[in-house]
DNA sequence: ATTTATTATTGGCTAAATGCCACTTAATTG
DNA sequence: CAATTAAGTGGCATTTAGCCAATAATAAAT
């Protein structure tokens, strides 16, 4: 049929290919007053106009050079900063999510610190933090429920073996928020000592001074921010009991 | 701009877009003689005609309900059954992997014993069952060294505090089978008392009878296979002393 | 100035899990 | 029947985790 490589491609055109949507949306959380939270956005176009949505969209192929840098893209239209941590959660694809056809997005998450993000956030018109639990109770766009849901479950599941749930606190932060970080992450209260001798603190924070806790009262704690690279940090036990199946 | 989100879709064609290629890869890995195997096939067709790649290709629109489907078929197709464990590793996608443009390949891993599956393999021409080691020293098409060496990885952390090994073994087969599987996977040896404490054997396996060891010398041991839904368990604590980083 | 309340940090004991190695058991081979 | 091979178990020292209480350092109240 084809003579070489070079004869193929020149005849080569995806538009005579059924060929699926391909987008990315992006899972953005944050801690606030002590509660995981959602970057959402409220459509503009249609489909689905009016209603709430993760960030995303679709890959621009002259701007971006792969999947990860339209998801660092989204990001940053939203929030105006780099995060601390973007991952890939995973990919779906299937008829019916869009009704615009056979649909593929790439879902990444994204863990942020409230404070150096909440100027820019409260000039994007069409942008809202939300509380989890409170954004999966709206009819949000697409199936941005099950999504969020998916995102929020792996953010759960790697706080158990992971330092990730320092990148959702504003730095600098004490050793018991951090602790409660990994509560409201995890969903279950941890013990003291056991969570202070299991964070590797000296390998993936940095002391940073001393200061009061909140509210003001107490002895004043040690006061750190993360170390470079303890995205990457992977605990031998895990934290939380946790059922097994 | 538009009236209603009927007359919108009404108006929309995905070949006014600029749209990646989807494909969807599977590396389906099997352990033949002490070794993980996975499984090749030989391109047929541009481009990179001629070259080993992993199975894949396109989303059949029709065929298809969603992405898992899409890998479900790819995987019959070439081994003639359905894998015991098939799960999403990762989704890449850039400008450069592929010679027909931006494209996207959502990559997926499967584990198969080798038994059933020699049969069908061995009437399929263009594939093969190639050492992991020997396959990613080949001269592979597209980026599918780099998939390999991912859905590899994946494996190996897996191993580390999941049951998935079992899944590459034909049963029945013995505990020390299976901690000789965990010990090729994992790249580290184990001590066996200490494995046997771990593996939640009751939970996990099915007594199915005794018989000799490998080699048909030694006391006669206990034969197993997996139980339903042992692809789910997670354990608390990981196998292998593993570096953290 | 002293006491009380509050929170951080550390000590110490018990129980559970792990690493290590040797022992016992049950088969084959010569 | 002894030697060999491999499965399965026992036992102890070490490490880790759970629990709770003691001590330290601050603000607020008296």
New binding site residues.
């Given amino acids: 049929m084809y003579t070489s490589e070079k004869d193929y491609l020149k005849h080569y055109n995806i538009h005579n290919y059924d060929v699926p949507l391909v987008s990315v949306d992006v899972a953005i959380f944050t801690l606030l007053d002590g509660k995981l939270h959602i970057l959402m956005v409220e459509r503009g176009d249609y489909p689905h106009k009016g209603r709430w949505s993760l960030p995303g969209g679709f890959i621009n192929q002259q701007q971006d050079k792969d999947l990860h840098a339209t998801a660092l893209r989204k990001l940053k239209e939203k929030t105006g900063v780099k995060a601390p941590h973007l991952e890939q959660v995973t990919t779906l694809g299937n008829a019916n999510r869009d009704p615009r056809g056979w649909s593929v997005t790439s879902l990444y998450m994204a863990l942020i610190p409230y404070a150096p993000t909440a100027e820019f956030i409260a000039a994007v018109v069409d942008a809202r933090w939300w509380a989890v639990d409170i954004a999966l109770k709206q009819s949000l766009a697409f199936d941005h429920a099950d999504l969020i849901a998916q995102a929020r479950e792996r953010l759960r599941a790697k706080a158990g073996y992971t330092a990730l749930p320092m990148y959702v606190l504003n730095a600098p932060f004490?050793?018991?928020?951090l602790q409660q970080t990994y509560e409201e992450l995890l969903g279950v209260v941890l013990?003291?000592?056991?969570f202070?001798?299991?964070f590797p603190v000296d390998e993936l924070l940095e002391e940073v001074g001393?200061g009061?806790?909140?509210?003001?009262?107490?002895?004043?704690?040690?006061l750190y921010r993360p170390r470079k690279g303890g995205d990457r940090y992977i605990f031998l036990?895990s934290f939380g009991?946790g059922e097994d199946f």
């Fill in positions: 004490t050793l018991t928020q013990e003291k000592k056991s202070r001798r299991k001393e009061l806790p909140e509210g003001g009262r107490g002895r004043i704690a040690a036990r009991a």
